[in-house]
């Protein structure tokens, strides 16, 4: 594997940053996850768009352009051979000295990582997750707004440990008002009759871009989609629930909290929305 830092590609055992980034030190940094399927980079564009916009939010400058980091990423799959895999895009904000003091870094890093992935057994994608609602409450909007993408995912990760103690793959964050928000590393959607719901971006789920897909997706599918404040009880009563993420694509729920959802197996809604989530990412991307 051939690693890209700072417009150099180096192997795998010698891609290396100092231990005083304040990426290390802090989680001060952006990323982004990103698929390639077929020889094309799906919603390259898109996640880029949102690398930037998590980078304002923290006031950090990119050291390089859009379109620069568009053609790295690219330059990195063509690189590395890869038809189909996950690229890990890390914008740190550099080195710096052992205070967190930002402006000390002068030189942002920029890392990208194009590999494998497989986020969930395979199984599950056919038979459908049990997940549950964990202690853990997402961020605040005004303390770490759950709309950056940045590289201190403690909060996600708490309730990930939470999950893993529970004999589950995934969990339930609710936000500050009991509502809820996300899981820890995907969105959550839900099926009511002809409606698609998922909780808004301001109960603190993540701008997702699976998230967006699946939405177009269902509309041209003839489904009403909405954005409601979803609770527990909306969960337990929905005809079907299924996640969204890049890492994990498309993957139904079949339990929540003990509670069977539906019929217990990954519903149509669902199912269909998998396949055409699935023949959309082989004809759409940037091509390697």
Do not use: W
Not at 23 to 31: A, K, N, Q, R, S
Not at 77 to 90: A, K, Q
Not at 127 to 150: E, F, Q, W, Y
């Amino acid at each position: 594997m051939k690693v890209y830092i700072d417009g150099k590609f180096y192997d795998e055992h010698a891609a290396k940053i100092s231990v005083f980034d304040h990426g290390l030190l802090y989680g001060d940094g952006v990323f982004e996850g990103i698929r390639i399927y077929n020889g094309r980079v799906f919603r390259l564009k898109e996640h880029i768009d949102r690398l930037f916009y998590s980078a304002k939010a923290i006031l950090l400058t990119l050291p390089m352009s859009h379109a620069d980091i568009m053609r790295a990423t690219v330059e990195t799959c063509r690189e590395n051979g890869l038809r189909d895999g996950y690229i890990r895009l890390v914008v740190t904000r550099g080195i710096g000295t052992l205070g967190l003091n930002p402006n000390r870094c002068k030189n942002p890093t920029v890392i990208i990582i194009a590999g494998k992935i497989q986020l969930y057994p395979a199984e599950l994608y056919a038979k459908g997750m049990d997940i549950v609602t964990v202690a853990t409450t997402r961020n605040l909007h005004n303390a770490v707004n759950p709309a950056i993408k940045s590289l201190n995912y403690l909060n996600n990760i708490l309730a990930k440990i939470e999950a893993n103690n529970a004999g589950v793959e995934e969990a339930i964050m609710l936000n500050s008002e009991g509502y809820v928000a996300e899981c820890t590393g995907d969105n959550l959607f839900i099926v009511k009759g002809k409606t698609l719901q998922t909780p808004p971006l301001s109960a603190g789920a993540l701008y997702g871009i699976t998230r967006g897909v699946c939405m177009d997706l269902a509309r041209d599918a003839g489904l009403t989609v909405s954005e409601p404040n979803l609770t527990r009880y909306d969960l337990f009563n929905a005809d079907e629930c299924f996640l969204t993420g890049t890492g994990a694509e498309v993957i139904p729920v079949v339990k929540i909290d003990g509670r069977v959802i539906g019929t217990g197996t990954p519903g149509p809604v669902t199912k269909d929305l998998i396949t055409r989530y699935h023949a959309l990412t082989q004809v759409s991307g940037e091509p390697i």
